[in-house]
């Protein structure tokens, strides 16, 4: 990455705002929000290092926020970071909205993967009792970020995409 400007800064400061805000503001409803979509959208327009450092920072947020625990905070680091590594590479053709979708409930599943690993291996909590306690929220965090890729992906690209081109001195 490049030198970064003030205005890249900015702009990153202002979508990890935007990322952290949604998860405050939805967090009365129980694993619904909007962080996969947001992830996957940063990833395709700023690309992978800038949505890392986004990430990070969000993560950061979050566990000062919530409270701080190295294992959950590197696990969400893990689980997050997932996202901009493989979206970028291994699925950098994929457009079609409703592909996206599906991976955006593999990335559900994915996310919680370093957690249940630190919660059974390290934490020595019963492998079936964890599963059955966290099953339905992964559920719901799969299906609201399907629906919400279904629904809003495509316009939210567009706008950013018209933001860049009336501001086209960011270099994204």
Do not use: C
Request: aromatic share 14%; net charge positive; proline share 3%.
């Amino acid at each position: 990455m490049k030198n970064i400007n003030t205005r890249e800064i900015t702009l990153l400061a202002v979508l990890t705002a935007i990322l952290f805000v949604q998860e405050l503001v939805l967090s009365f409803l129980p694993n619904i929000q909007l962080t996969i979509l947001l992830i996957m959208l940063y990833s395709r327009v700023l690309k992978t290092k800038k949505t890392l450092i986004i990430i990070f920072v969000h993560v950061l947020l979050d566990n000062l926020v919530f409270g701080f625990n190295i294992l959950f905070f590197i696990s969400m680091i893990i689980g997050w970071s997932i996202i901009p590594l493989t979206i970028n590479s291994i699925f950098k053709k994929v457009e079609n909205v409703y592909l996206l979708g599906l991976l955006s409930i593999i990335y559900a599943f994915i996310y919680v993967l370093p957690f249940l690993v630190v919660n059974v291996l390290i934490l020595k909590i019963d492998l079936y009792a964890y599963l059955i306690a966290d099953l339905p929220f992964t559920a719901i965090l799969a299906v609201s970020s399907f629906v919400s890729i279904i629904w809003v992906y495509n316009p939210l690209k567009e706008a950013i995409n018209r933001f860049n081109e009336k501001y086209s001195s960011i270099d994204l």
